[in-house]
Nanobody, 124 residues
């Protein structure tokens, strides 16, 4: 079993930055890919970014590319999401997820483990 705990959410003004963290733990952390998703009120959960845990290859959704950066620290079993240039449309609960499959999965059903989410609120 893998446990994922997000942190770093909060309230920020438009144009500001936040850095989300996701600490992974468990009997044996064996994910091959991790990702960030977000869900705004009344909307479907959507893909933000993913990373191959081994190679570091990344994929970012078009609507965050150039503003958000996913990264990981394999020694600390921690996933990050650096978010710059935040806007009101980025307001959502952000979830980290872990997958057994390799690559940079883009769809939520590819991930077996999920964190509880952290709220990001951007005011204009």
């Amino acid at each position: 079993q893998v446990q994922l705990v997000e942190s770093g959410g909060g309230s920020v003004q438009a144009g500001g930055s936040l850095r989300l963290s996701c600490a992974a733990s468990g009997r044996t952390f064996s994910a091959n890919a991790m990702g960030w998703f977000r869900q705004a009120p009344g909307k479907e959960r959507e893909f933000v970014a993913s990373i191959s845990w081994v190679s570091g290859t990344t994929s970012h959704a078009a609507y965050v590319r150039g503003r958000f950066t996913i990264s990981r620290d394999t020694a600390k079993n921690t996933l990050y999401l650096q978010m710059n240039g935040l806007g009101a449309k980025d307001t959502a609960v952000y979830y980290c997820a872990a997958a057994q499959r390799h690559g940079v999965p883009l769809i939520s059903t590819a991930y077996e483990y999920w964190g509880q989410g952290t709220q990001v609120t951007v005011s204009s």
